[in-house]
C-alpha cells in the first residue's frame, strides 16, 4: 500500500513571499483548502485564490498586537493528533478540530533584523513563537503531516502531489530540515541575546551554520567535507562570487580564507600568497603589481600553485603578472572586466571576488573541534602601532625599519606558530613557519631568503646572505633565548620586532646591542597554531 498522503488542508503562513502563489496553486489544483494569516492570505487573495482565515477556522481572533494567532487547540490539535489512532480521531472529532495535513512557515526574520542593527525592542518583536511551534509540531507528526520551511522545498512537494501526496520519505526528510532550522533560529536568539548580556562565552553555546556547498573531500580523497556559512557575512569566502574555475576544494576554502584575512590587515595595495595556510610572500606596493613582484620574490618555488589575495580590485596589469604562473585560487574584492578576460585564459584557475574585505579589528569567535567538545575564543583582532613599541636597546630603529617592523609583525600574526619573518622595503624577504623550535624557525627562514637572491639572480660572492641581508625581522612570541636572535642577526637582519616576556629578555637585548642591533618590544603575542 503506498505511503504516500493527499493534501486536504494547508496552513500557510511566511514572511518570504517568493514561490508562494505558485506553490498555493498547486495545492487548490490537487483539491487543498488554504489556510492563512494576514500578510500570507492578502497575497493569496489578490492573486485570485480561495483562502480562509486561520481566526475564522479556529472562531478565535487574534490578540495581542497578533503574538497570539495560531497558539489555540484547533489548530495544534489538528496538526498534532496521529490519524492512526482511533482514540485522538474521537477526540478531535468531540472538540471540532480539523485535520491540517501540511504547514508551510518560514518564520519572523529574526537574523535579518538583527544583521540590519535594529533596536533591542524591534529584534524582540522579531522573535517568532508561533511559527516554530507549528513548525515542531508538524515535524513530530510526520507520518501525517509535511512541513515545509523555505520556498525551496515547493516545488519538489508541488509534484510529489501530482503522483497522489507527499510520501513518508519526504516528510521525513522535511521534519529533519524543519527541526535543523529551528535550531538555527534559536541558536541566533541565543547568540543575541548572550551579546546583548555581556556574556562572551555562555554557559550554552550554540553554532548553526547553512550548507553552502557539498565539497568532494576534505583534506584527504578518503575524508568527506562541506563548507556551512554562518551568516555574520564576514567578507571573505563565504560572501564570494566565483566567477571561473573548477569546484573548489577544502584546502582550497582554507588556504584562501587565510590569504584573504592576511591581506586585509595590511594599509595600501598589497598581496599575499599562501602555501599550506601559511603566506610565502607578502608585499605592499604603489600597485598590486608591483606588490605582486615583490610579494613572489621572496619564495618563488613556493608560490607555484599557491593562493593570491589582494586588497583592492585587480586590474590587468597585476592580473598579467599573476597569471604568468600556476595559480589555484585568486580572491579579491574585485576586478576589472580586462582582468577577468586574463584570468579566463587559465581555464583552471578559481577566481572569486568577495565584495569587500573583512574587518581585522571586528569582534567574532573562533571554534575548534577536539576530542568530546570544543575550543572557543575571541579573533586575534590585536593590532600593534608605533605607540605601542617599547625600544630596548642602545640603537633605536631609523623610520624605515619602524615601518618594516609593523609591517612584519603585521604579517607573523598570520603565520604559524613558531613563526619568524624577516622583511624589508614593505615586503617578506624569508619566512619561517610552523617549527618546534623558534631558533629552527630563524634559520628556515634566513635559507628561504638565500634561495630567493639566487632565484632573482641578486645572491654574489660579496653578497652571500641572501634577501634578508639589510631586513627587519619578526617574531611572533619572545625569544625564550639568545640563539633566535643571534640567528637572526647572522642572516643580515638589522632590527627586531617582538612580544618580549621572556625570563631571558635581558639576555636577548644583551645580544642585539652586541650585534648592534635595533630591538622594540610590543608585549603583545600573535601565536597562530
Known sequence: MSDALPIRRALLSVSDKGGLIDFARALVAHGAELLSTGGTAAAIRAAGLAVKDVSDHTGFPEILDGRVKTLVPQVHGGILFRRDLPEHQAQADRHNIAPIDLVCVDLYPFEATVAKGAPFEDCIENIDIGGPAMIRSAAKNHDHVAVLTSPAQY??????????????????KLAAAAYARTAAYDAAIAAWFARQEGEEFPNRLSTAGTLKQTLRYGENPHQRAAFYIDGTNRPGIATARQVQGKELSYNNLNDTDAAYEAVAELDGPAIVIVKHANPCGVALGSNLAEAWDKALRCDPVSAFGGIVAANRPLDAAAAERIAAIFTEVVIAPDASDEAKAIFARKKNLRLLLTGGLPDPAAPG?????????????????????????????KRAPTDQELADLLFAFRVCKHVKSNAIVYAKDGATVGIGAGQMSRVDSARIAAWKSEEAAKAAGLATPLAPKGLADGSVVASDAFFPFADGLQAAAAAGATAVIQPGGSMRDNEVIAAADEAGLAMVLTGMRHFRH
Open 365 to 393: 569567535t573562533l571554534i575548534r573541534s577536539v576530542s568530546g567538545g570544543f575550543l572557543a575564543q575571541s579573533r586575534d583582532a590585536g593590532r600593534i602601532t608605533q605607540a605601542d613599541l617599547k625600544v630596548v636597546t
Open 155 to 172: 516545488t519538489e512537494v508541488a509534484g510529489a502531489l501530482s503522483s497522489g501526496g507527499t510520501t513518508l520519505a519526504l516528510r521525513r
